[in-house]
C-alpha cells in the first residue's frame, strides 16, 4: 500500500486540522476529518483574525509576574482564577522556567522562518483558491500607552528583523496620521507590515470547500473518544455513539481536548486550555470607532479588527479549565481596553459574544510531529495564540510527514516528544 492509499483520519475540525486536510487531499491523499461539532466552530470561530506573522510565543519575560496580579483582578489581560488545579499548577512552574528573553531568542529560530512560509501560503491559498475570508494584507499595528509597553514592542521589533520582518515603530502623533480614531494618550506603536488579518471562519469554511473538491470528507457531530490501537500499530478510532472508524493514519487536531486521547499512547502533554473572549459590534451602531486598519491594544493585548460591517474586540487568556463559561468581567474588559486607547467608543449593542479554547503548552511552541513510538500518529496541537498565523504552514508539515517522511521545515523544536 502506498502511502497515498492510507486512510487517514484527521480528529478536529478547527482551522489546523482543516489546514492538514487540506494538504493531505491536495496530494491525493484519502482524508477523512472527523469533528465533534461544526467546522471552524471552535477556537477558529471567533479569535481576533490576526495573523501574526514573525511574533514569538505566549512567553515572555514579566508574564509570572503579570500572572500572580491576575489572581485576583478578573480585568487582567491574562487571568487565573482562585482554583484547586494541581496540573495547572505544574503547568504555570514550566511556563515560568521559559518566561525569558533567550526563551524567546531561540524560540524565534523556529517560529520566525515558519511565520513567513505560513504567510506565504495564506497567499497562496486566498489567490489560488479564491478564498472569500475578507483577507487583508496590509498588517496591524500595536499601540501603547506606556514607555514600558512600548520598550517591550521596539525590543520584539528588533528581533523580528533578524528574521526578515519589517517592523516601524511610529510616535503617536503618526499612528494618529494614520488612524483618526487613536487617542491622544497613546504615545507610540509599532507597524508589522507581514501580518495580515481575515475572518478566520470564514476562512475555515472557505478552505474545506476546496478540501471537499479534492477528495477530502468531513463528518461533523461525530467525536472521538479513543484511538484504536493493536499490536502498536493505530487501526482507526471509535466515536462516542460506538461506531467504528477505521484508518491507517491520524491527525490529532484536536486543540484543548487532546489529552484524553493521547493517554492511550503513553504520550505526557503539558497541554492547558487558555480562554479568549470576542464581542462583535456592529459599524453602524453608535459608539464602534471607524477603524480601518487592525490595532492591537498593547497593554491589554486586545486585537480590534476590522472585520466586513463589524469591528471584532478579541483577547484576553483566562486560566479556568476546560468550560465555555463565559464571564461579564471578561468580557467587559475587551470594552474597557477600547475606551482606553481609541476615541468614538461608547455603549454598544453587540451583534455577538463568545468565548473559545485556545491549546497552550508551557514553552509556548506548538507539538506538531509524530507521537514517540507511533509514527502513524501525528500531532498538531498546543498553538495557543498562533492558531490561525501557523495553521497553513502546520497543515504542509503534517502532509510531508505523512506523505513523505519528513518535513522540508526544520520543526524539531516543536517535536511532541520534548516532554
Known amino acids: 500500500?502506498?502511502?497515498?492509499?492510507?486512510?487517514?483520519?484527521?480528529?478536529?475540525?478547527?482551522?489546523?486540522?482543516?489546514?492538514?486536510?487540506?494538504?493531505?487531499?491536495?496530494?491525493?491523499?484519502?482524508?477523512?476529518?472527523?469533528e465533534r461539532g461544526g467546522v471552524g466552530e471552535g477556537a477558529s470561530y471567533g479569535n481576533a483574525g490576526a495573523i501574526a506573522a514573525g511574533h514569538g510565543p505566549i512567553n515572555k519575560p514579566g508574564r509570572v509576574k503579570q500572572a500572580i496580579k491576575s489572581v485576583c483582578d478578573p480585568t487582567s489581560p491574562l487571568y487565573i482564577p482562585v482554583q484547586w488545579n494541581p496540573s495547572l499548577f505544574k503547568w504555570l512552574w514550566a511556563f515560568r522556567a521559559h518566561c525569558t528573553d533567550d526563551h524567546v531568542a531561540w524560540s524565534m529560530q523556529t517560529l520566525g522562518p515558519l511565520g513567513h512560509a505560513s504567510r506565504g501560503l495564506f497567499d497562496e491559498l486566498v489567490d489560488g483558491e479564491g478564498l472569500d475570508c475578507r483577507y487583508r494584507r496590509e498588517g496591524y499595528y500595536?499601540?501603547?500607552?506606556?514607555?514600558?509597553?512600548l520598550e517591550?514592542?521596539?525590543?520584539?521589533?528588533?528581533?523580528?528583523?533578524?528574521?526578515?520582518?519589517h517592523p516601524k515603530v511610529l510616535s503617536g502623533s503618526e499612528l494618529r496620521e494614520r488612524e483618526a480614531a487613536v487617542r491622544e494618550d497613546i504615545i507610540g506603536g509599532v507597524l508589522f507590515p507581514e501580518a495580515a488579518t481575515c475572518d478566520p471562519h470564514r476562512f475555515v469554511l472557505e478552505l474545506a470547500a476546496r478540501t471537499r473538491r479534492h477528495g477530502g470528507e468531513f463528518r461533523t457531530e461525530s467525536e472521538v473518544v479513543e484511538l484504536l490501537v493493536q499490536d502498536g500499530r493505530v487501526t482507526g478510532v471509535r466515536m462516542r455513539d460506538g461506531e467504528v472508524v477505521s484508518g491507517e493514519r491520524i491527525v490529532l487536531a484536536t486543540g484543548a481536548y487532546s489529552l484524553h486521547l493521547l493517554q492511550k499512547l503513553g504520550c505526557p502533554l503539558p497541554l492547558q486550555a487558555g480562554k479568549g473572549y470576542h464581542r462583535d459590534a456592529p459599524l453602524e451602531a453608535g459608539g464602534t470607532p471607524p477603524l480601518r486598519q487592525t490595532c492591537m491594544l498593547g497593554e491589554t493585548s486586545v486585537f480590534c479588527t476590522p472585520m466586513g460591517g463589524s469591528v471584532r474586540f478579541a483577547g484576553t487568556l483566562e486560566f479556568s479549565g476546560v468550560n465555555h463559561d463565559m464571564r461579564p468581567a471578561r468580557l467587559e474588559q475587551l470594552n474597557k481596553a477600547a475606551k482606553r486607547y481609541l476615541s468614538g467608543v461608547g455603549d454598544i449593542e453587540y451583534r455577538s459574544e463568545w468565548c473559545g479554547l485556545r491549546p497552550c503548552l508551557p514553552d509556548g511552541l506548538p507539538a506538531v510531529g509524530p507521537v514517540p513510538n507511533h509514527p502513524d500518529v501525528i500531532?498538531?496541537?498546543?498553538?495557543?495564540?498562533?492558531?490561525?498565523?501557523?495553521g497553513p504552514v502546520t497543515g504542509k508539515v503534517v502532509a510531508e510527514y505523512l506523505l513523505d517522511g519528513a518535513p522540508?521545515?526544520?520543526?524539531?523544536?516543536?517535536?511532541?516528544?520534548?516532554?
Open 142 to 149: 500595536e499601540i501603547f500607552l506606556t514607555e514600558p509597553g
Open 408 to 419: 522540508t521545515k526544520d520543526v524539531r523544536a516543536l517535536s511532541p516528544g520534548r516532554f
Open 379 to 390: 500531532l498538531a496541537t498546543g498553538h495557543a495564540m498562533l492558531g490561525l498565523t501557523l
Open 1 to 34: 500500500m502506498s502511502r497515498t492509499e492510507h486512510h487517514t483520519l484527521v480528529v478536529g475540525g478547527g482551522v489546523i486540522g482543516v489546514c492538514c486536510a487540506y494538504f493531505l487531499a491536495k496530494r491525493g491523499a484519502r482524508v477523512t476529518v472527523l
Open 152 to 165: 517591550a514592542a521596539r525590543r520584539e521589533a528588533e528581533l523580528q528583523k533578524h528574521y526578515g520582518y
